[in-house]
């Protein structure tokens, strides 16, 4: 009879460790390693809530009673003003991620301190098996044979001289175009003929101015034979 396959819930549902030597052994492992050995603060956090939690005392894990055992604070410190504790939970917190995402460390138990609290989860870790590299390597395209001596047989194209005629004599155009739209929109002023009254004076006119032209001609010719006289 086949078995009936199993639930989603099922199949994450982490495998949790209850064996005090086994964590113990990982809590070493993680306190060499130099993201706690490089501290002082945060491999004593680590230390102090994992033998708690393996000695039965869970829940007195809180935030006071950890600045007052592994940080040395008063017992009426103000929390609130020297949040100490909860920044070395987060940083521990992060240190312990960093360390499992390493690829090296598949298949080692694992210490864990969820977000909000300050009692450590232990469980076994899951082996990872190394996924190929499914992305293949792009390939060198290579024209076939006899193509690149087509190719560096065809004559190098020449720059594009006939565009740049087009392009001037269009601007040419334009320009001419412009012009006699110009003229057209303001034509030379006409001639206005002459009225009655300029008809009726333009003899006297003349004559007068006809006299006038023969007065300086005259003088000018009296002045000449004078002066020539003297």
Partial sequence: MPLAPKSMQEVEQPSFVSDPSAIREQLDRLLIHPLFANS??????????????????????????IGVEVFGRAPTYDANADPIVR????????????YYYDSSHNGEL????????????????EVLPDLPDLVPEPEMYQPPPGLEF??????APK?????????SGIVALACAAGISIGLRIHPAPAVEPPSNIDRFWEPFLSSAHWERSSGRSSSSTTASTASISA
Avoid at 87 to 98: M, S
């Fill in 40 to 65: 002082k603060r945060y491999p004593a956090f680590l230390a102090y809530t994992v033998e708690q939690t393996l000695l039965g005392n869970a829940t007195d894990l809180k935030e006071r009673s």
């Fill in 87 to 98: 920044i070395t939970a987060g940083e521990v917190r992060k240190r312990l991620g960093l």
């Fill in 110 to 125: 694992v210490i864990e301190l969820p977000t909000g609290s300050y009692v450590p989860v232990f469980r076994q870790g």
């Fill in 150 to 155: 087509v190719a560096s047989a065809l004559p």
């Fill in 159 to 167: 720059p594009p001289r006939i565009r740049w005629l087009l392009v």
